[in-house]
């Protein structure tokens, strides 16, 4: 990202020129602007002798200026290829290449095994870190963009991947990790000993209101011992 330009936009008031230079390098700054860990403050200067710029909170403040002045609308292509795309895996990566791709002028599908788009950010960030409303919205700009959502869609298992390769010219593969790193130690199959993201994902689910179909992991109650202290650490 494109930093200490930016940044002297909005000391100068410029929001809009802001805007426009963030969104050069980076799809999705309202992802961003409230999930990256910042190792940009880290690496400020100023932070030497005084506190870092924070730079997270105004690469936020700099899109959300943006959408509410009306910068951000949906740019789909003015001229369309014949080519084909499917990109499997809603996740950021999978909504940032579909949106590149459609810009193109390919006609990109997103195929998604969940029953709505957004892979970790929506079923793996507590609402706390990430509002479902923020990625709902991108959404709706990308499908306005012509970008095609095919949800509830499990590639390999609702659909066999020699149809996708028959019915497109590429494909994109941002399937994501959901494969755990478990711990070979005693007392790890006992009850109430779970991963991650196995509870974040039904946590996600009651808070939206939506129906959990796997057996129910709930902390009511209980003394709880977190594994890890990394961000996923944090949100459990």
């Given at each position: 990202?494109?930093?200490?330009?930016f940044?002297?936009?909005?000391?100068?008031g410029k929001?809009k020129?802001?805007?426009e230079?963030?969104?050069?390098?980076?799809?999705?700054?309202?992802?961003?602007?409230?999930?990256?860990?910042?190792?940009?403050e880290?690496a400020?200067?100023?932070g030497?002798?005084?506190?870092?710029?924070?730079?997270?909170?105004?690469?936020?403040?700099?899109?959300?200026t943006?959408?509410?002045?009306?910068?951000?609308?949906?740019?789909?292509?003015?001229?369309?290829?014949?080519?084909?795309?499917?990109?499997?895996?809603s996740?950021?990566a999978?909504?940032?290449a579909?949106?590149?791709?459609?810009?193109?002028?390919?006609?990109?599908?997103?195929?998604?095994?969940?029953?709505?788009?957004g892979?970790?950010?929506r079923?793996?960030?507590?609402d706390f870190?990430?509002?479902?409303w923020?990625?709902?919205r991108?959404?709706?700009?990308l499908?306005?963009e012509?970008?095609?959502?095919?949800?509830?869609?499990?590639?390999?298992?609702?659909?066999?991947?020699?149809?996708?390769?028959?019915?497109?010219?590429?494909v994109?593969?941002a399937?994501g990790?959901?494969?755990p790193?478990?711990?070979d130690?005693?007392g790890?199959?006992?009850e109430g000993?779970?991963?991650a993201?196995?509870?974040l994902k039904q946590?996600?689910?009651?808070?939206?209101?939506?129906?959990?179909?796997?057996?129910?992991?709930?902390?009511?109650?209980?003394?709880?011992?977190?594994i890890?202290?990394?961000?996923?650490?944090?949100?459990?």
């Open positions: 990202n494109l930093i200490p330009d940044n002297d936009k909005v000391y100068r929001w020129e802001a805007a230079i963030l969104h050069s390098t980076n799809n999705f700054p309202e992802f961003t602007g409230r999930l990256c860990p910042a190792p940009c880290e400020c200067v100023l030497i002798n005084e506190d870092p710029v924070s730079i997270e909170n105004i690469e936020k403040n700099i899109v959300e943006a959408f509410k002045e009306g910068w951000i609308t949906a740019k789909p292509p003015k001229v369309r290829t014949d080519k084909t795309v499917a990109v499997i895996g996740g950021p999978g909504l940032a579909a949106q590149q791709l459609n810009r193109a002028g390919h006609t990109v599908t997103v195929f998604e095994r969940d029953d709505a788009p892979g970790l950010l079923y793996g960030i507590p870190k990430l509002e479902k923020v990625i709902d991108r959404i709706q700009l499908e306005e012509g970008v095609v959502f095919k949800c509830n869609t499990h590639v390999g298992v609702s659909i066999k991947m020699d149809e996708i390769i028959s019915e497109h010219h590429a994109v593969i399937a990790s959901t494969i790193r478990d711990l130690i005693p790890r199959t006992l000993v779970h991963f993201m196995d509870f946590q996600n689910k009651r808070v939206s209101n939506k129906k959990v179909e796997a057996d129910a992991i709930l902390a009511t109650g209980q003394d709880v011992v977190v890890g202290g990394g961000d996923t650490g944090s949100d459990c």
